[in-house]
């Protein structure tokens, strides 16, 4: 059964982030918790399918004010082939230049830590999004796959990865193929194994920041699920018109 295959190589691939990430993860978390506490963001980027993360990690039930996802159409997909296709991003995230021209639409300050997720760390995106945070003075870490960062060769002019410029890097521990599981009779290997880990490492991220903030006597106001019984019937109303004035200044 290559279904239960998958399951122990996915969790065998979050065994090894918890005994050999944790302490990145708690190092990125305290950057992340004293950008929030000083009222400061976290601006969290990827392109593609490292896109996931940044929509799961604000809003979603249990994440909390502080996270603000830069997300642009044209580095998704709405689309397999034409129009919002696949086709169109893969181009797109590989064009130097083009996050210069994204990044007018927001302010950053000194004070704010920037997140990027790329399994690949080279494409010309999540590269150039990170030395604009640099060269604007911000913390960044990196969410990557390491292996793929130590064989393969810098594709930007600049001659770095996305490893290479991040203040603390993070390894998905996912080879840099990204798929998992071999099929006799056929070449190639199915079942990708990223999406599952940088998620995971993303909502570890979400835990570690709140409970450093809770320890700081923060008050974190949590998106939180309707099924929760004795939340008020407005209370993720008011989440939204919070995060509304903490981003007015920044777009």
Same mark, same amino acid.
């Given at each position: 059964?290559?279904?239960?295959?998958?399951?122990?190589?996915?969790?065998?691939?979050?065994?090894?982030?918890?005994?050999?990430? &944790?302490?990145?993860?708690? %190092?990125? +978390?305290?950057?992340?918790?004293? =950008?929030?506490?000083?009222? *400061?963001? $976290?601006?969290?980027?990827?392109?593609?399918?490292?896109?996931?993360?940044?929509?799961?990690?604000?809003?979603?039930?249990?994440?909390?004010?502080?996270?603000?996802?830069?997300?642009?159409?044209?580095?998704?997909?709405?689309?397999?082939?034409?129009?919002?296709?696949?086709?169109?991003?893969?181009?797109?995230?590989?064009?130097?230049?083009?996050?210069?021209?994204?990044?007018?639409?927001?302010?950053?300050?000194?004070?704010?830590?920037?997140?990027?997720?790329?399994?690949?760390?080279?494409?010309?995106?999540?590269?150039?999004?990170?030395?604009?945070?640099?060269?604007?003075?911000?913390?960044?870490?990196?969410?990557? &796959?390491?292996?793929?960062? %130590?064989? +393969?060769?810098?594709?930007?002019? =600049?001659?770095?990865?996305? *490893?290479? $410029?991040?203040?603390?890097?993070?390894?998905?521990?996912?080879?840099?193929?990204?798929?998992?599981?071999?099929?006799?009779?056929?070449?190639?290997?199915?079942?990708?194994?990223?999406?599952?880990?940088?998620?995971?490492?993303?909502?570890?991220?979400?835990?570690?920041?709140?409970?450093?903030?809770?320890?700081?006597?923060?008050?974190?106001?949590?998106?939180?699920?309707?099924?929760?019984?004795?939340?008020?019937?407005?209370?993720?109303?008011?989440?939204?018109?919070?995060?509304?004035?903490?981003?007015?200044?920044?777009?």
């Amino acid at each position: 059964m290559l279904g239960e295959e998958y399951l122990k190589a996915i969790g065998g691939i979050l065994e090894e982030i918890r005994s050999t990430q &944790s302490k990145k993860i708690e %190092e990125a +978390a305290r950057l992340m918790a004293d =950008s929030i506490s000083q009222g *400061a963001l $976290v601006h969290v980027f990827g392109s593609g399918h490292s896109v996931i993360p940044v929509l799961d990690i604000f809003p979603r039930y249990g994440s909390f004010l502080g996270f603000h996802p830069l997300l642009d159409p044209r580095l998704m997909w709405f689309n397999i082939v034409g129009p919002g296709g696949t086709q169109e991003l893969l181009w797109l995230e590989r064009q130097e230049g083009y996050i210069e021209v994204f990044l007018k639409g927001f302010d950053l300050e000194k004070k704010d830590t920037m997140l990027v997720f790329s399994h690949g760390g080279l494409n010309a995106a999540p590269v150039e999004i990170a030395l604009e945070a640099k060269r604007r003075e911000l913390s960044v870490v990196a969410v990557t &796959s390491l292996e793929n960062y %130590e064989s +393969a060769t810098a594709t930007h002019s =600049s001659g770095k990865k996305l *490893a290479d $410029v991040a203040d603390v890097v993070i390894d998905n521990c996912v080879p840099p193929e990204d798929a998992l599981i071999p099929i006799e009779g056929l070449q190639e290997k199915v079942a990708a194994g990223s999406t599952v880990t940088i998620v995971a490492i993303t909502m570890a991220l979400v835990a570690e920041i709140a409970e450093i903030l809770t320890k700081r006597n923060a008050k974190l106001q949590v998106f939180v699920s309707p099924n929760v019984k004795h939340i008020e019937s407005n209370h993720n109303e008011q989440v939204f018109e919070t995060y509304k004035r903490m981003i007015s200044h920044k777009r």
